[in-house]
Structures are given as C-alpha cells and as structure tokens.
C-alpha cells in the first residue's frame, strides 16, 4: 500500500522557519521524483519545489532562497526546509512522488500539512 504522511506543518510568525518532512512507503523511492506543492486559501495548487531522482532540483520563483528541498533515500523521506516564511506562504503542502514512464507517468500524492503564517 502506497503512503506518503506529510508531517512538520505548523503556525508560525512572519519570519519564521518550519521543516516539512513527507515519509514515503510501499514503493521504490529512490527511483521517483519527488515534489512539494501548496494550495492557499482560495488559490489553485501549485508546484513550490521538485527533487528528481537524480536530485537535481527546481523551485517555484515566489520561494527561490527561501526554501530548501532534500531528500533522504535511506530513510525514504523527502524534506523542505523554509525559512523567512511570509503570509503568504499560508497553505495546505502536499507531498507528490512521480515515476516518468515512456508512455506514461505514476504519481502518488499525500495528504497535505497545514502551514499557517501569521504576520
């Protein structure tokens, strides 16, 4: 049974930090992209940050600097680290794995964690 369980979100003043942490289990890992997304009040989802499986990285414009996007093979577990958090980065963040086929994709998705900046 595939899981991804996003833990770490939490309330925090305008300023602050926070580490997310998304634990993965009943597939192979290391062989999956890995990403964080956001969904704010009232806004559409949106790509923050993304590890590949090779870790190269990529982040969202808004959060370049700011945050950090790791991840853990061993562990199975995939971290993203934010710091000089704003208001709005207020959102629900959801834990993504890809696998890139050929002819298609698989894609898991968690369940998300709340971050919540006050200012």
Known sequence: QVQLVESGGDLVQSGG???LSCAASGF??????MSWHRQGPGK????????TNSRSTMYADAVKGRFTISRDNAKN???LEMNSLKPEDTAVYYCHAR????????DYWGQGTQVTVSS
């Open 17 to 19: 930090s926070l580490r």
């Open 99 to 106: 696998r890139v086929l050929p002819l298609r994709n698989i």
């Open 77 to 79: 577990t995939v971290y």
């Open 28 to 33: 192979t890992f290391s062989s999956y992209d």
């Open 44 to 51: 559409e989802r949106e790509l923050v940050a993304r590890i």
